[in-house]
């Protein structure tokens, strides 16, 4: 089992940015890779995010190159995703997910978290 926990979302304004935190607890040694997703209300859940858990190597949703950033602290078994200019668009629950091969596909992710919503103002 693998537990995992966000913190971080908020209420921003449109070119602002927010760093959101996803806290892992549990079986992390059979973690391969980490995701961050996210849902805006009446739509699918998509992926924005993902990278390896030892080799650290990333991939992002093309709406999102160039603005957000994921990293990973492994001593603290933390994932981040730095967002820097945030649009409206952007509007949404962020959960971060725990998969076990290297996948955008949110089906391929097995834990989630509670999620943490993200607001950004026009």
């Known amino acids: 089992q693998v537990q995992l926990v966000e913190s971080g979302g908020g209420l921003v304004q449109a070119g602002g940015s927010l760093k959101l935190s996803c806290a892992v607890s549990g079986r992390t040694s059979s973690i391969y890779t980490m995701g961050w997703f996210r849902q805006a209300p009446g739509k699918e859940r998509d992926s924005v995010a993902v990278?390896?858990?030892?080799?650290?190597?990333?991939d992002y949703a093309d709406s999102v190159k160039g603005r957000f950033t994921i990293s990973r602290d492994n001593a603290k078994n933390t994932v981040y995703l730095q967002m820097n200019s945030l649009a409206p668009e952007d509007t949404a629950v962020y959960y971060c997910?725990?998969?076990?091969?290297?996948?955008?596909?949110?089906?391929?992710?097995?834990?989630w978290g509670q999620g943490t919503q993200v607001t950004v103002s026009s």
């Open positions: 990278i390896s858990w030892t080799a650290g190597i990333t």
């Open positions: 997910a725990v998969g076990f091969a290297w996948t955008m596909e949110r089906t391929g992710y097995a834990y």
